[in-house]
């Protein structure tokens, strides 16, 4: 048997193909929507894929398994369980197993058994997989999904938060205390291979090692160590992620099935002269850092670096709406492979950022400045001070007189702020509060970004909350 983990960082996102070396047949578990890697994989290891599996309809990410059933064929294996409303609506386009507790699928002589695990969503179900090729009759790990992470349990208020199923957070919680309690019957030794790591919204506190074992997360695992309901249901409801918005987008493009990227429309270069303009009306993202930014850009235009496309735009895009790019044509490509990893394909076209340049349309910039510069102004109240921050680190330490704006919620939040003050914004370390303050700016704020934000603050001997 061969196991092999696909991670994608930014999205904290594991995958995993296994396959039957006896047999040449693979199958990938959890797939993402960029699926040349699995198909390169299982070509180096003398493999075919026959099959991928879904542990339950993803928010977080645009699902692969269509892709591999147009790409090559693989039938799918689809969760059964849950209500009529959570049911896959593309299984019947595909050779398809919907699969329900119990029930057993194999690629070659590996086998998988199906357990049921809601809580996380109604549908979410776990694999258990013996390996019968190498002569196995019990099993030697088990494929978890959003259900048990390293050191943390898939959180059960996406329905609600992400979807609007009002009053589903308290039932998922209840059926996840009820999941957690069939898991700690499971024996000690089954490996524990779960579908993200480190950084997800999907958990709270999740692990950073891509894998352990059920004896070792009955010892250290925080969700794990309930015996009461009530108790459980209060923990596991408590001071999870901020929902990215995009997450409602992604339950109904995964339970439909998304679009297959050969149908997606070609992203050409734009003319610069219509930038100005178009950047008044839609959205445009300058994928540049954000020093350069800073320096100078075209009005109207917001910055969100390449390297958090992923973990940002999904607040930002209206799904419904044209987007175009600021970039250069050599990492398009990965910047739409990223956007597309969220369900954005409205990229209808690109700015060359050469082009920009030299047609001398970067006529703004923003100031930054240390914290001991700005401290007499926001003491004094010359300005208001926004904390772009996640809730739970607001909490856990800020700036006096600070107001809190959650960076993904602030687009939405720009037309209720006070315009009566200059404004000045603030992360952990300057790198959101630039994405903050690049959106302000558009709005016709005038914002300046706090130098090392709240950790340069600390560490200036500077008061705190």
Known sequence: MLLKHFYDKALAHASWMVGCQKTGEAIVIDPGRSVDQYLEAA????????????????????????ELADRVGAKLYLSDEGPADWKYGFADRYASQLLKDGDVFHAGRVKFTVMHTPGHTPESISFLLT?????????????????????????????????????????????LYHSMRRFLELPDHLQVWPAHGAGSACGKGLGAIPSSTVGYEKLFNPALQYRDEQAFVDYILADQPETPFYFAVMKRVNKVGPELIRNLPPVNMQPVTELRALARTLLVIDTRSSREFAEAHVPGTINVPTGMLVQWAGFFVDYAQPLSLLTDEKTLADQLRALRSIGIDNVTGY???????????????????????????????????????????????????????????????????????????????????????SLLQRAGFNVTNMQGGYRAWVDAGLPVA
Do not use: K, W
């Not at 180096?44 to 699902?63: K, M, N, P, Q």
């Not at 009759?137 to 992470?149: A, K």
């Not at 704006?405 to 003050?421: A, K, M, N, W, Y």
């Open 43 to 66: 070509a180096s290891e003398g493999l075919r894929i026959v099959g991928s599996a879904e542990t339950h309809i993803h928010a977080d990410f645009v699902s692969g398994s269509r």
């Open 131 to 175: 390996d019968e090729g190498g002569g196995a009759n019990v099993p030697m790990g088990i494929f978890t999904g959003d259900f048990v992470f390293v050191g943390s349990i898939g959180r059960p208020d996406l329905l609600e938060t992400a979807a609007g199923v009002v009053g589903s957070a308290e039932t998922g919680a209840r059926q």
């Open 351 to 437: 700015f060359d950022s050469s082009v920009v340049r030299s047609a001398g349309l970067r006529t703004e910039s923003y100031r930054s400045a240390a914290p001991a510069e700005l401290r007499p102004l926001i003491e004094s109240g010359a300005v208001r001070l926004l904390d772009v921050r996640a809730a739970t680190e607001f909490h856990e330490g800020h700036i006096p007189v600070a107001e809190h704006h959650f960076l993904g919620t602030l687009l939405r939040e720009l037309p209720q702020l006070d315009r009566s003050l200059p404004v000045v914004a603030q992360c952990l370390g300057g790198g959101r509060s630039a994405i903050a303050t």
